[in-house]
């Protein structure tokens, strides 16, 4: 609450428990020439209806007052702001799942390491290509496959691990929207859950990644296997020099 609106409340409340005095407006009875008081009927009727007309009016500016008070504190309960926050909670959370995917291994979220791996380790086998060069070749697949595996469950796990901080934050926002005084707090409480939605979503889309990269890589893995099996099957059907007969020793060394 801010010193203006507590100035206003402590300036309502005064009004309302300040005391009234009503002095009657009763005129003075009317005295006869030689002292005699003389009692006038009709114009002590008078007076009380004033008297009375009077009271009336006090009693609608005391009401008047009393509903600027109360409009007064219900302003300054609507203005109060809600004094939980989960931001900090929710940002970490975010940057738990950021730096999980940042250490992703071998081919990463990058467009051109992406598309240079896929012209060079996952493209065409080589025929020009020793066979050693092949067998690293496909081992280096096989690897990255495994690494894109590992990255996807690691994601996994530390979106699980998020799941217990949204949990206690989704309990303290709920609570603190029920408990609300004014309009402002209600929807900051009701924002900060939309914020914790955002980060679920957030985790959820992570989730969704690296689980598609890891069944990429294999699917990638298995179209460059079958191109260099297909190589491998080239070369060994590529007619060679043939069968040349030789002589043979059954016992080398023996006489």
Do not use: C
Request: glycine fraction near 6%; avoid cysteine.
């Amino acid at each position: 609450m801010t010193t203006k609106q507590l100035h206003l409340r402590r300036f309502a409340i005064a009004l309302m428990a300040a005391p009234i005095v009503l002095s009657p407006v009763l005129a003075a009875p009317a005295q006869a020439q030689f002292g005699r008081i003389v009692y006038d009927p009709t114009n002590y009727a008078q007076n009380v209806m004033q008297a009375a007309r009077a009271l009336e009016q006090i009693n609608h500016q005391i009401t008047s007052l009393q509903n600027e008070a109360q409009m007064l504190i219900n302003q300054a309960r609507n203005l109060a702001s809600l004094p939980h926050s989960s931001l900090q909670q929710l940002q970490q959370s975010v940057a738990r799942t950021q730096a999980l995917l940042s250490e992703a291994q071998q081919i990463a979220y990058n467009v051109q390491d992406i598309d240079q791996a896929f012209e060079t380790t996952y493209g065409d086998a080589s025929m020009t290509a020793s066979d050693q060069s092949l067998i690293e070749g496909a081992k280096q697949r096989w690897q990255t496959t495994v690494a894109g595996l590992q990255d996807s469950m690691r994601v996994q796990a530390g979106v699980v691990g998020n799941i217990e901080t949204n949990r206690q934050q989704m309990s303290e926002l709920v609570g603190a929207s029920q408990s609300a005084t004014g309009a402002l707090q209600a929807t900051q409480a009701g924002n900060q859950l939309l914020a914790l939605q955002a980060q679920q979503i957030a985790d959820l889309t992570a989730v969704i990644a690296a689980q598609s990269r890891a069944q990429n890589l294999e699917a990638a893995q298995r179209a460059a296997a079958q191109e260099q099996a297909r190589e491998q099957r080239r070369r060994f059907l590529e007619p060679g020099e043939g069968y040349r007969p030789g002589n043979a020793e059954m016992f080398p060394g023996e006489e």
